[in-house]
């Protein structure tokens, strides 16, 4: 081979999947990885050095929004994603059964990033619902639109881009909770049916997080999601939190459910993220298996502005960076059925490549509700390679954003397991 396409050299490379943790070359040709090494000798179109870098396989955000001009939540997937180091997304329950095409056609066809989906339970997705606080209704208000039959046939005929089913516990959205037990189950049949895990995305619910002797008959999140099915916003800070207000100790169900499989997502968002939570975990050695934004136009602009600054957020909790970097590539991968596909760097896979370096110094970071703790080390994207094609990297500006930080803070009164002082935004 007289000349290759690319020839990433000198970078800390961290591929979990396959336990490699080493300073190496990464040859790329054809957007293929043909070569991984010690001081590869071969010359290369482009030679990019990546010493004091983070070599990476391409980041996985296993949970974002991107049905853009087509739902309020909807962001573009190369602006907000791929250039933050993104290479694939799973769009997190934007399109039910008979929106689908349209997120297929008019943003997985036309993105540079690779989506996928978790398809909603119900038929119209997001189509017309926002956040699950502050206005009341919500996709499940009639059970008329949640369809075990449509939505499971939806997945079987789109296997290459639908990789789960998505439902949103939320009482707001739910005709005031009574359709949330309905809802929980069907979602629960049609995954089963479909094969594919369920997300379920479970905050200020009437199904309970710790399901009581007397209870035993009745549907509890997490208790009775199956290993490999999806909890996200683990972290959250509302009712229905993973932590007990009184004791603030994690809830058994919860505990047994990661013993049994089930994973534990981030989806940060704008809501669903809280410091003080995230640290009651952390000290009972509780981290995420997988490290999502839930990013969406009410968030990428503060709190949770990209992916990378998420993984932040745990290495400063104390999760190790290598368990970090496989929160967000191979058990990303390997929990939507993709391990053997993405999520590695592997001789013979796609070159999807993210080069990362980590900044020292002082950086205060806020969560959902604009409660503030100091990074000493943040992570940034500096270049990133889609199937060997070079994409420019843009920064979150304005880094951190007081307005967003204001607004934010309005929720402080409302959450559930928080610090002991309102946060003051400067």
Same mark, same amino acid.
């Given at each position: 081979?007289?000349?290759? @396409?690319?020839? =990433?050299?000198? +970078?800390? #490379? !961290?591929?979990?999947? %396959?336990?490699?943790?080493?300073? &190496? @070359?990464?040859? =790329?040709?054809? +957007?293929? #990885? !043909?070569?991984?090494? %010690?001081?590869?000798?071969?010359? &290369?179109?482009?030679?990019?050095?990546?010493?004091?870098?983070?070599?990476?396989?391409?980041?996985?955000?296993?949970?974002?929004?991107?049905?853009?001009?087509?739902?309020?939540?909807?962001?573009?997937?190369?602006?907000?994603?791929?250039?933050?180091?993104?290479?694939?997304?799973?769009?997190?329950?934007?399109?039910?059964?008979?929106?689908?095409?349209?997120?297929?056609?008019?943003?997985?066809?036309?993105?540079?990033?690779?989506?996928?989906?978790?398809?909603?339970?119900?038929?119209?997705?997001?189509?017309?619902?926002?956040?699950?606080?502050?206005?009341?209704?919500?996709?499940?208000?009639?059970?008329?639109?949640?369809?075990?039959?449509?939505?499971?046939?939806?997945?079987?005929?789109?296997?290459?881009?639908?990789?789960?089913?998505?439902?949103?516990?939320?009482?707001?959205?739910?005709?005031?909770?009574?359709?949330?037990?309905?809802?929980?189950?069907?979602?629960?049949?049609?995954?089963?049916?479909?094969?594919?895990?369920?997300?379920?995305?479970?905050?200020?619910?009437?199904?309970?997080?710790?399901?009581?002797?007397?209870?035993?008959?009745?549907?509890?999140?997490?208790?009775?999601?199956?290993?490999?099915?999806?909890?996200?916003?683990?972290?959250?800070?509302?009712?229905?939190?993973?932590?007990?207000?009184?004791?603030?100790?994690?809830?058994?169900?919860?505990?047994?459910?990661?013993?049994?499989?089930?994973?534990?997502?981030?989806?940060?968002?704008?809501?669903?993220?809280?410091?003080?939570?995230?640290?009651?975990?952390?000290?009972?050695?509780?981290?995420?298996?997988?490290?999502?934004?839930?990013?969406?136009?009410?968030?990428?602009?503060?709190?949770?502005?990209?992916?990378?600054?998420?993984?932040?957020?745990?290495?400063?909790?104390?999760?190790?960076?290598?368990?970090?970097?496989?929160?967000?590539?191979?058990?990303?991968?390997?929990?939507?059925?993709?391990?053997?596909?993405?999520?590695?760097?592997?001789?013979?896979?796609?070159?999807?490549?993210?080069?990362?370096?980590?900044?020292?110094?002082?950086?205060?970071?806020?969560?959902?509700?604009?409660?503030?703790?100091?990074?000493?080390?943040?992570?940034?994207?500096?270049?990133?390679?889609?199937?060997?094609?070079?994409?420019?990297?843009?920064?979150?500006?304005?880094?951190?954003?007081?307005?967003?930080?204001?607004?934010?803070?309005?929720?402080?009164?409302?959450?559930?397991?928080?610090?002991?002082?309102?946060?003051?935004?400067?």
């Amino acid at each position: 081979m007289s000349q290759i @396409d690319l020839l =990433v050299k000198n +970078g800390r #490379i !961290i591929d979990p999947a %396959n336990g490699v943790d080493t300073v &190496a @070359d990464i040859a =790329v040709n054809d +957007g293929m #990885i !043909i070569s991984i090494g %010690n001081n590869i000798q071969l010359q &290369a179109k482009e030679t990019f050095d990546a010493t004091g870098c983070l070599v990476t396989p391409g980041l996985i955000d296993c949970h974002v929004h991107c049905y853009q001009y087509s739902t309020p939540l909807g962001i573009n997937p190369d602006e907000q994603c791929l250039s933050r180091g993104v290479t694939t997304i799973v769009d997190g329950g934007s399109a039910g059964s008979s929106t689908f095409e349209g997120l297929r056609k008019y943003v997985a066809d036309h993105s540079k990033t690779r989506v996928l989906a978790f398809l909603h339970i119900a038929q119209h997705g997001l189509a017309a619902s926002g956040c699950t606080s502050g206005a009341p209704g919500g996709e499940l208000d009639s059970l008329n639109v949640v369809s075990v039959d449509e939505c499971s046939k939806c997945v079987v005929e789109n296997r290459d881009l639908i990789v789960g089913i998505k439902v949103r516990l939320s009482d707001s959205i739910a005709n005031d909770g009574k359709n949330e037990h309905e809802a929980y189950r069907r979602a629960l049949l049609a995954s089963e049916r479909a094969g594919v895990p369920l997300m379920v995305h479970h905050t200020m619910s009437t199904v309970k997080t710790q399901v009581g002797p007397d209870d035993s008959t009745e549907l509890g999140c997490p208790r009775d999601l199956r290993p490999g099915d999806l909890y996200t916003h683990t972290f959250h800070p509302y009712r229905s939190c993973i932590v007990d207000e009184e004791t603030l100790a994690i809830y058994p169900d919860v505990i047994r459910a990661k013993e049994r499989g089930v994973l534990f997502d981030v989806g940060h968002g704008q809501g669903s993220f809280g410091w003080t939570v995230a640290e009651i975990c952390a000290r009972s050695n509780f981290y995420p298996d997988t490290i999502s934004t839930d990013l969406h136009t009410g968030n990428h602009r503060g709190p949770v502005y990209d992916l990378p600054t998420v993984m932040s957020k745990f290495l400063h909790l104390g999760m190790p960076l290598s368990d970090v970097i496989r929160a967000v590539t191979s058990t990303p991968a390997k929990a939507i059925g993709l391990g053997n596909v993405i999520g590695s760097l592997t001789h013979g896979k796609e070159a999807d490549i993210t080069v990362l370096k980590i900044h020292d110094g002082q950086f205060p970071m806020e969560d959902s509700q604009s409660q503030v703790r100091v990074l000493d080390k943040l992570l940034k994207p500096v270049t990133v390679w889609r199937a060997g094609v070079a994409y420019p990297i843009t920064e979150p500006n304005p880094f951190p954003n007081r307005q967003a930080m204001n607004l934010n803070s309005r929720e402080w009164d409302n959450i559930r397991v928080r610090d002991d002082v309102r946060p003051r935004i400067q």
